[in-house]
């Protein structure tokens, strides 16, 4: 189950990594365990490396992770 | 408009209650302020709460370049502020213009602001993320505001590498922001509702219409004299029009709640309302100290009791005047003894800047 310090609330099926050290960016090393507490990323590299928490993080918050918007 | 001549507050009663102007709100008198906000970062750099000052320092100085490359054509009269270098009151002022956050003046170093001569445009730089753009406007102009921000991001993206996906969009620290970056926030002020004790319910409606509610200075703060900001939930799977029109949306729909909240308050608690504005000036007129929290809730009566027709004096002009004087960035910057100095300073000359501004009010009002 989800910890209590999981402030988001979205994510499931993380039982038994609790002994595993929470994998980093090799870039700016955020934790994985920080995307969960917080939903804060510390670079562009964290956006590749965690893309599947990350989308899972979106549609929670958002109800979507594909962006309608303005384009570059 | 002309505004309708003003009723005094019957002194010695004449027996009959006071011929309130109407009911009616406008989305003037219920949207204070509209700010439209862009995160943006500059790719290739960490996030600033991840960045070390080397890092920091290389994205101020790559912004502050661009910002003054494109500054013709982007601002009108854009002036540099180098945070780091400010004192703890030319800091609160910042933040109590809500050019800036209380999170991006305690920072330190590498932290600027670029803000516009009339207050209303500021860009910043390392705060949460590496650009924010910034526009606040009187009243509701979501539209407006968001195409003077979008402008500006025009411009700065032409100069400099900017994060984004094309699946995922603009690319923010926090996952919050990702997509859009973008946040419209209006500054309401519900009185009636309050009375009412209705804003729970108003809320609800409010979430359902995908809006999010923070009290004056932002998160976490208290609901200070029943002035909220509600902004945009998400910031992904709408356009930016969308955004735009769903807070709308919201301020029609808050518009129609105070309306429905005040005429309802004149036809059956009219003399209870008298009483409340009434009491509301004597408390001004008595105080010797007053808190920010104790005079803003009086700010907030006698604007009420000036929309519902009393001659209280305190117009749009006068509240929106008072209340960002009302120095309340001070407590959230200040070290502790600063703070306590300033507070005490701020509390005894408040009750007189106050009245002098209210009287000023009257004079122009009995002059024209
Ligand atoms: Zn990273």
């Known amino acids: 189950m989800i910890g209590e310090n999981d402030q988001l609330g979205l994510f499931e099926g993380r039982d038994g990594e609790d002994l595993m050290p929470s994998p980093a960016c090799p870039t700016c090393h955020t934790r994985l365990d920080r995307i969960y507490a917080d939903g804060f990323l510390g670079c562009e590299t964290?956006?590749?490396?965690?893309?599947?928490?990350?989308?899972?993080?979106?549609?929670?918050?958002?109800?979507?992770?594909?962006?309608?918007?303005?384009t570059l | 408009m002309k505004a309708p001549a003003r009723l005094a507050i019957p002194g010695s009663g004449t027996g009959k209650s006071p011929s309130w102007i109407s009911g009616s709100a406008s989305l003037s008198d219920v949207v204070l302020s509209t700010r439209a906000r862009l995160a943006r970062n500059v790719s290739g750099a960490i996030f600033p709460h991840m960045a070390s000052d080397a890092d920091l320092a290389r994205v101020a100085k790559i912004v502050l370049t661009a910002a003054h490359r494109v500054q013709e054509k982007a601002f009108r009269s854009m002036h540099t502020v180098d945070i780091s270098a400010l004192n703890d009151q030319e800091k609160a002022a910042l933040v109590d213009s809500h050019l800036t956050s209380v999170a991006?003046?305690?920072?330190?170093?590498h932290r600027f602001a670029l803000v516009d001569d009339n207050q209303s445009v500021s860009v910043l730089i390392n705060e949460e993320d590496h650009i924010r753009i910034q526009v606040i406007l009187p009243g509701m102009q979501a539209d407006a505001a968001r195409r003077k921000a979008d402008a500006i991001?025009?411009?700065?993206?032409?100069?400099?590498?900017?994060?984004?996906?094309?699946?995922?969009?603009?690319?923010?620290?926090?996952?919050a922001n990702c997509g859009m970056g973008l946040r419209v926030s209006i500054m309401v002020h519900l009185p009636a509702l309050a009375l009412l004790h209705r804003l729970p319910s108003t809320w609800q409606a409010a979430n359902s219409l995908d809006a999010a509610v923070r009290g004056l200075y932002g998160e976490g703060t208290?609901?200070?004299?029943?002035?909220?900001?509600?902004?945009?939930?998400?910031?992904?799977?709408?356009?930016?029009?969308?955004?735009?029109g769903k807070?709308?949306?919201?301020?029609?729909?808050?518009?129609?709640?105070?309306?429905?909240?005040?005429?309802l308050l004149i036809r059956t608690r009219a003399a209870e309302m008298e009483d409340l504005v009434q009491n509301a000036q004597h408390q001004l007129r008595d105080a010797e100290r007053l808190s920010v929290e104790e005079g803003v809730r009086i700010l907030s009566t006698l604007r009420f009791?000036?929309?519902?027709?009393?001659?209280?004096?305190?117009?749009?002009?006068?509240?929106?005047?008072?209340?960002?004087?009302?120095r309340g960035g001070?407590?959230?910057?200040?070290?502790?003894?600063?703070?306590a100095r300033d507070v005490f300073y701020q509390e005894t000359r408040r009750p007189a800047l106050f009245r002098n501004r209210i009287r000023a009010e009257r004079s122009t009002v009995a002059a024209g």
């Not at chain 2, 004299?225 to 955004?243: D, L």
């Not at chain 2, 807070?247 to 005429?263: D, F, H, N, Q, S």
């Not at chain 2, 000036?306 to 008072?322: I, R």
Request: include cysteine.
């Open chain 1, 46 to 70: 964290c956006y590749e490396v965690f893309a599947d928490v990350v989308q899972q993080a979106l549609i929670s918050m958002h109800g979507t992770s594909r962006h309608t918007g303005k």
């Open chain 2, 104 to 109: 991006h003046v305690r920072a330190g170093k």
């Open chain 2, 153 to 175: 991001d025009d411009a700065l993206s032409q100069e400099l590498p900017i994060a984004y996906d094309k699946h995922l969009g603009y690319l923010t620290a926090s996952l």
């Open chain 2, 222 to 244: 208290e609901m200070a004299g029943n002035i909220y900001q509600v902004s945009n939930a998400v910031s992904m799977g709408w356009t930016e029009a969308q955004t735009v």
């Open chain 2, 247 to 263: 807070i709308t949306a919201v301020a029609t729909y808050l518009e129609a709640e105070e309306a429905g909240a005040r005429e």
């Open chain 2, 305 to 326: 009791g000036y929309l519902m027709g009393y001659d209280t004096h305190v117009s749009d002009t006068v509240f929106s005047e008072l209340v960002a004087g009302l």
């Open chain 2, 330 to 339: 001070t407590q959230l910057i200040a070290s502790d003894d600063d703070r």
